[in-house]
Nanobody, 121 residues
Framework: HVQLVESGGGSVQPEGSLRLSCTLSGDTSGDYCMAWFRQAPGKRREGVAAIAGDGRTDYVKGRFTISKDNANNTLYLQMNNLKPEDTAMYYC???????????????????WGQGTQVTVS
């Protein structure tokens, strides 16, 4: 099993920045995708960004940057120029590559963290 724990959420002012972290534990070997999702109250879960084992990244939000530290089994999401509409619970997740690509659909990820709240106001 793989366990994921997010941290770094909090309250920030508009145009501020925040960096989220996600630490993996357990069996972290093998090729996999990691991604950030978010969900606001009353809305469906939305993919934010994904990163493959080779470091290739896919972005949904241009103001956000996903990265990882393989040595420390940690995933990051750098969030810049935050806006009130970015307010949501943010989750990190792990899944399998599909034809060498990492999707941004919740159904393609099998391990999830507990989430960390981001509030922009």
């Amino acid at each position: 099993h793989v366990q994921l724990v997010e941290s770094g959420g909090g309250s920030v002012q508009p145009e501020g920045s925040l960096r989220l972290s996600c630490t993996l534990s357990g069996d972290t070997s093998g090729d996999y995708c990691m991604a950030w999702f978010r969900q606001a109250p009353g809305k469906r879960r939305e993919g934010v960004a994904a990163i493959a084992g080779d470091g290739r990244t896919d972005y949904v939000k241009g103001r956000f940057t996903i990265s990882k530290d393989n040595a420390n089994n940690t995933l990051y999401l750098q969030m810049n120029n935050l806006k009130p509409e970015d307010t949501a619970m943010y989750y990190c997740a792990r899944g399998l590559l599909s034809a060498g690509r990492c999707p941004l659909a919740s159904k393609d990820y099998d391990y999830w963290g507990q989430g960390t709240q981001v509030t922009v106001s």
